[in-house]
């Protein structure tokens, strides 16, 4: 089937056309794709931490008798759907091996009229949930990590439904990442093994400054970027996840980084100046060393404290410390920034 028969029927857009064109030209994979049904998918949707609302409509959507599955509310899928489908999953096999560095874009299907679309990706991950498991276990991840870093899955599911208010998954070019050993949710803290460049919105040093900070810091080292899952920063996980990231990534992914990064509207120093020295957010920024100017993070901070997808300081509620924090400053005239910087590890 062609690209274009799916963009016409769904409304994709030329993008996403695109995107689709190139992922059904790719290798045939590995493992063909098999939507797990049953006990199964029921497994897989545990690891994948969905819950509440989110589960029951996506089991409702789940494949029926043409994908040899549970037989969802939905009755048959169309070809154009498993279409979309094949591709992702082909894209997923496809970028196994993807080198550190490298970054694949996915598809926004947010916005798209059928629920079954705007989740397709759900379906493409739930498929390589097996090879998922293999893989990692050959590089010695141990499972509860793989499982762990699963659960994403329904952390973002659910965001996106915050966010957009219905099910849908803004952010599956991130959850893709896991799926290549980009990501992996180590104690309190999620672990992207990279390099030390300036890329998207990351910030490093010149190479005639970083090579003067000593071995393992020069421009193009290995490095694991820092992400915070939502409530994270309790201390003690951070600890945890700090200790154990230099040894994991030996193990596991063959390299052996000397630092971590962080990138986020968490680390702008303003917030000490409302939270004060008790907050754990202070506590977190206090562990690394900035690098750079930073970038304007007013739309980082809507998204993840207010679940919002756009700046609206009139619509957003103020039922926080942090909300009012927010609203506050903006109404000022001031900003929120979102900062790099990097913490040596033991």
Same mark, same amino acid.
């Given at each position: 089937?062609?690209?274009?028969?799916?963009?016409?029927?769904?409304?994709?857009?030329?993008?996403?056309?695109?995107?689709?064109?190139?992922?059904?030209?790719?290798?045939?994979?590995?493992?063909?794709?098999?939507?797990?049904?049953?006990?199964?998918?029921?497994?897989?949707?545990?690891?994948?931490?969905?819950?509440?609302?989110?589960?029951?409509?996506?089991?409702?959507?789940?494949?029926?008798?043409?994908?040899?599955?549970?037989?969802?509310?939905?009755?048959?899928?169309?070809?154009?759907?498993?279409?979309?489908?094949?591709?992702?999953?082909?894209?997923?096999?496809?970028?196994?091996?993807?080198?550190?560095?490298?970054?694949?874009?996915?598809?926004?299907?947010?916005?798209?009229?059928?629920?079954?679309?705007?989740?397709?990706?759900?379906?493409?991950?739930?498929?390589?949930?097996?090879?998922?498991?293999?893989?990692?276990?050959?590089?010695?991840?141990?499972?509860?990590?793989?499982?762990?870093?699963?659960?994403?899955?329904?952390?973002?599911?659910?965001?996106?439904?915050?966010? +957009?208010?219905?099910?849908?998954? =803004?952010? &599956?070019?991130? @959850? /893709?990442? $896991?799926? *290549?050993?980009? #990501?992996?949710?180590? %104690?309190?803290?999620?672990?992207?093994?990279?390099?030390?460049?300036?890329?998207?919105?990351?910030?490093?040093?010149?190479?005639?400054?970083?090579?003067?900070?000593?071995?393992?810091?020069?421009?193009?080292?290995?490095?694991?970027?820092?992400?915070?899952?939502?409530?994270?920063?309790?201390?003690?996980?951070?600890?945890?996840?700090?200790?154990?990231?230099?040894?994991?990534?030996?193990?596991?992914?063959?390299?052996?980084?000397?630092?971590?990064?962080?990138?986020?509207?968490?680390?702008?120093?303003? +917030?000490?100046?409302?939270?004060? =020295?008790? &907050?754990?957010? @202070? /506590?977190? $920024?206090? *562990?690394?060393? #900035?690098?750079?100017? %930073?970038?304007?993070?007013?739309?980082?901070?809507?998204?993840?404290?207010?679940?919002?997808?756009?700046?609206?300081?009139?619509?957003?509620?103020?039922?926080?410390?942090?909300?009012?924090?927010?609203?506050?400053?903006?109404?000022?005239?001031?900003?929120?920034?979102?900062?790099?910087?990097?913490?040596?590890?033991?």
């Amino acid at each position: 089937m062609e690209s274009s028969v799916v963009v016409e029927r769904f409304g994709l857009g030329s993008v996403v056309g695109e995107w689709l064109a190139e992922a059904e030209r790719l290798p045939v994979p590995e493992w063909p794709l098999r939507v797990p049904t049953g006990a199964e998918a029921a497994a897989v949707l545990d690891m994948f931490g969905l819950a509440g609302r989110d589960r029951v409509e996506v089991e409702a959507l789940w494949p029926g008798d043409a994908g040899g599955g549970r037989g969802g509310s939905v009755g048959e899928w169309s070809p154009e759907l498993w279409h979309v489908v094949e591709c992702m999953y082909r894209r997923l096999w496809a970028d196994v091996n993807l080198p550190v560095g490298e970054f694949r874009v996915w598809p926004k299907l947010v916005e798209v009229g059928d629920r079954r679309v705007r989740v397709a990706a759900l379906w493409a991950f739930a498929a390589m949930v097996p090879a998922q498991l293999a893989v990692q276990a050959r590089w010695g991840v141990p499972r509860s990590v793989t499982v762990a870093t699963l659960a994403d899955v329904g952390v973002q599911v659910a965001r996106s439904r915050r966010m +957009w208010g219905w099910l849908s998954l =803004e952010t &599956s070019g991130w @959850v /893709a990442a $896991q799926f *290549r050993g980009r #990501l992996f949710w180590v %104690g309190g803290l999620q672990l992207e093994p990279a390099r030390l460049v300036c890329e998207a919105g990351v910030e490093w040093y010149g190479p005639e400054e970083a090579a003067g900070l000593g071995a393992g810091l020069g421009v193009g080292d290995p490095v694991l970027r820092l992400h915070i899952p939502s409530g994270g920063l309790d201390p003690v996980g951070v600890d945890e996840s700090l200790g154990r990231a230099r040894s994991f990534a030996r193990g596991c992914l063959g390299l052996d980084p000397v630092v971590a990064t962080c990138t986020s509207w968490l680390l702008d120093p303003q +917030w000490a100046e409302v939270l004060g =020295e008790g &907050s754990n957010i @202070v /506590a977190f $920024q206090r *562990r690394f060393t #900035l690098v750079g100017e %930073g970038r304007a993070g007013e739309s980082d901070v809507f998204r993840f404290v207010f679940g919002m997808s756009e700046v609206d300081v009139g619509g957003a509620p103020r039922g926080t410390r942090l909300e009012r924090a927010v609203v506050d400053r903006l109404e000022r005239g001031g900003r929120w920034w979102v900062r790099t910087g990097w913490v040596r590890l033991p």
